[in-house]
């Protein structure tokens, strides 16, 4: 079955001048994929994956250049133009996607970078964008464990601090308290879940849970202490932006990590850095 806005494997059943026509099935028929898009050596009854989609014309034809996304994700993308019909942002094809006014919480301009998801309107089976996201998360129970890791993109900034979209599927809240790093609309990251709340919402946090959290940087910092020759200039006195720079954590997990690395003997604190003991 094609899968519109979507990648599909489809045999290629006819060559032409212009390109070569996919199976489409019963449903579509013969699906063009145009000369410029098909690979060198492309022979009768070779299987290419392809992007479906419409052209502008609205008919269904297929592409391998890959998009900036596909139905069902989230992505940001950038705003190309805006007409009476609604706004257009580039998702890597020749053909901008439409993100139409009624599918906007609050009007889009050009040279804008906004986070959008793709779907297919059931009415008129076209493909198009929407910052109007609600409808499309916490529809499902939130079966996540403490601590297990998720992919997420941040997607607004509010007062208590930066909402994301987890795995595609749920809103996740990241607390401006412990936001430390750059986070920005727009930006994919791996993060931890640390609540799941009464109303199925989850509280994010950047950095694994617990002990397991101080393990993985002391590994790391060891890790990074060899690699540097036994020194590294960031200590418990450095900013926690100097922290972060280097090892991606907050200044009081680093602190209490390299605390317990000292307390072991396998490290010096310096207020310079800190350094590899290299006594016996």
Do not use: C
């Not at 479906?52 to 993308?77: C, H, M, R």
Request: aromatic share 10%; no cysteine.
């Amino acid at each position: 079955m094609i899968r519109i806005g979507k990648y599909n494997t489809l045999e290629v059943v006819k060559l032409v001048d212009f390109g070569v026509f996919l199976d489409g099935g019963e449903d579509f028929g013969n699906i063009l994929l145009p000369k410029n898009s098909v690979p060198a050596g492309t022979e009768l009854g070779d299987k290419l994956k392809v992007f479906i989609y419409f052209d502008s014309n609205d008919e269904v034809i297929s592409t391998t250049t890959e998009p900036y996304a596909q139905v069902g994700d989230f992505a940001k993308l950038r705003v190309v133009g805006v007409t009476n019909i609604g706004a257009f942002v580039d998702w890597g094809l020749t053909k901008d996607l439409l993100i139409p006014f009624s599918e906007q919480r609050r009007r889009l301009e050009e040279g804008q970078e906004v986070v959008i998801h793709v779907y297919t309107d059931k009415a008129s089976g076209r493909i198009v964008g929407t910052t109007k996201f609600n409808r499309y998360l916490d529809k499902t129970p939130a079966t996540y464990q403490i601590g297990q890791e998720v992919q997420v993109i941040i997607a607004e900034v509010t007062d208590l601090g930066f909402k994301a979209v987890v795995e595609g599927k749920h809103w996740g809240l990241f607390f401006k308290t412990e936001s430390f790093g750059k986070l920005f609309i727009g930006k994919a990251l791996k993060a931890y879940i640390k609540e799941i709340r009464p109303d199925g919402k989850l509280n994010l946090s950047l950095q694994k849970m617990g002990k397991d959290r101080v393990d993985d940087l002391a590994d790391k910092i060891l890790t990074s202490l060899e690699r540097k020759g036994g020194f590294i200039p960031v200590s418990d006195k450095s900013t926690p932006d100097e922290i972060f720079q280097v090892f991606r954590t907050s200044k009081a997990t680093f602190k209490k990590t390299i605390g317990g690395l000292y307390k072991k003997g396998l490290i010096v604190i310096e207020r310079e850095g800190i350094r590899l003991n290299d006594n016996d």
